[in-house]
């Protein structure tokens, strides 16, 4: 079998190679119940890898009277502090970064100063 010859290879940073994924889904439970909107997990589940827009459409929707800047702010400081002491790796991630077959980019909807930080917090910041 013959493996397809690439010039690189692009990762993804949140949800592909850290797990922001399950850190956002657990401070933004306890945002809203912060301020006063408690939410369930599957009602989390509609905000995962939606744009900002899309999920103050959702939210509002939902929850209409919810302070939605107050809710942005206590969502955004709860991760923050969040991550500085548990933003795990996704499993195989390091492996995967290891091998290093191909030159490798990192692609992000992070701004660069967020994601060189999230990159030094797990020690991936090595592989880019």
Known sequence: MTLPQFDAVFFDLDGTLIDTETVALRTGMAA?????????????????????????????????GIDHPALQRVWRDGFTRAIETDLPLKL?????????????ALVTSSGRAEAHHKLQLTGLDVYF
Request: aromatic share 6%; no cysteine; net charge negative.
């Open 92 to 104: 195989g991630a390091v492996q995967l970064l290891a091998v290093r077959l191909a030159p490798m």
């Open 32 to 64: 809203f119940a912060e301020v006063g909107f408690p939410v369930d997990h599957a009602f989390m589940a509609r905000l995962v890898g939606v744009d900002l827009p899309t999920a103050a459409g959702i939210i509002g929707a939902a929850l209409p």
